[in-house]
């Protein structure tokens, strides 16, 4: 069965640098969300994107974070001067276009900032 | 705007128990139902998807339901077994965004 795969599945990094967060969504998938998940928290939205574009975004997604769909296949979540509570498993999830299908989740990025 | 609240937040039962975890929402306005398994640090596994025009779904030894009128969702699991120790999470599909939005979820522990 098609899988969205995402990369890195652990990211380490300093507070105050950009970290990059990719997905590979199934392929023919038109929608693409980010989610977060803080420790011992529950999974909140981040961002849904369709068509090239941001359809909805959080509180959360503020002008620290950004996605794009850069070549076509790769959706990236970029976060800026990352600070220690952005630490989390980030989840992508795409969905197909038709309708009542559900979204598939990627196996998370647990993003560690020190 | 939509609220979805999980009830037991734990749950500790002996092998073989049948059990039944629940799961509201504030608006009945919802595209999708699903529930997922989550084991400890680990991603989300889909169980259960119900459609908002289903009454419920069945896979194995789960069985889920949907109420969208009483903003209700019950999952069923049958025979219980240690292996069925995770974190179970409900989410409701938003029918005007399509985001999803999860509940706390309920974390079973089951006794060999």
């Known amino acids: 069965e098609p899988e969205v795969t995402q990369t890195p599945s652990h990211q380490v990094t300093q507070m105050g640098q950009e970290v990059i967060l990719r997905c590979v969504p199934i392929s023919n998938h038109l929608y693409f969300y980010w989610y977060r998940q803080i420790l011992g928290q529950k999974v909140e939205f981040l961002v849904s994107?369709?068509?090239?574009?941001?359809?909805?975004k959080s509180e959360i997604f503020d002008d620290q974070f950004s996605v794009e769909r850069p070549d076509g296949s790769n959706f990236t979540l970029k976060i800026r001067s990352t600070k220690l509570e952005d630490s989390a498993m980030y989840f992508c999830?795409?969905?197909?276009?038709?309708?009542?299908?559900?979204?598939?989740f990627g196996d998370g990025t647990r993003l560690s900032i020190l | 705007k939509q609220e979805v609240t999980q009830i037991p937040a734990a749950l500790s039962v002996p092998e073989g128990e049948n059990l039944v975890l629940n799961c509201s929402f504030t608006d009945s306005a919802i595209y999708n139902l699903q529930w997922f398994r989550q084991d400890p640090g680990k991603g989300l596994t889909s169980l259960l998807l119900i459609q908002s025009s289903q009454r419920e779904q069945t896979s194995g030894r789960l069985n889920a339901s949907l109420d969208k009128s009483s903003g209700r969702s019950t999952l069923y699991i049958a025979a219980s077994q240690p292996g069925d120790s995770a974190t179970y999470l409900c989410a409701v599909e938003d029918s005007g965004t399509y985001k999803y939005i999860f509940g706390t979820g309920t974390r079973l522990k089951v006794l060999a």
């Open positions: 999830a795409t969905r197909s276009g038709q309708a009542y299908q559900p979204q598939h």
């Open positions: 994107f369709y068509n090239n574009e941001i359809s909805e």
